[in-house]
């Protein structure tokens, strides 16, 4: 019942820097939580970063702290996720999420399974 799409994918060099974009519409209202997750070829569906939707908390996955930033545009109903100093380890389709579950802490939203609504991907890829 939430749509989103993502987007600013594309192909960066390492040290680089990239902003994805990801547009909720639809029951925007029942969102609680944004989250964002990267899969790279034969490995697992990975956390990045998650907010709270109707805040500015903010949690992250230990690979990223320090060098992603997620943040949120409520007016224009969009995520970004800012990627700085990116590695080639970066390299994944990453995905944005919403959850309509009303768990107390951002970190309860590190599973997949929190979240009911997923966009198309958009593909990051960092050249050595």
């Known amino acids: 019942q939430v749509q989103l799409v993502e987007s600013g994918g594309g192909l960066v060099e390492t040290g680089g820097s990239l902003r994805l974009s990801c547009v909720v519409s639809g029951r925007t209202f029942s969102t609680s939580v944004v989250g964002w997750f990267r899969q790279a070829p034969g490995k697992a569906r990975e956390f990045v970063a998650a907010?709270?939707?109707?805040?500015?908390?903010?949690y992250y996955a230990d690979s990223v702290k320090g060098r992603f930033t997620i943040s949120r545009d409520s007016a224009e109903n969009t995520s970004y996720l800012q990627m700085n100093s990116l590695k080639p380890e970066d390299t994944a389709v990453y995905y944005c999420?919403?959850?309509?579950?009303?768990?107390?802490?951002?970190?309860?939203?590190?599973?997949?399974?929190?979240?009911?609504?997923w966009g198309q991907g958009t593909q990051v890829t960092v050249s050595s």
């Open positions: 907010i709270w939707w109707g805040g500015t908390s903010t």
């Open positions: 999420a919403a959850a309509r579950s009303g768990r107390p802490t951002l970190a309860s939203y590190r599973a997949t399974s929190q979240y009911a609504d």
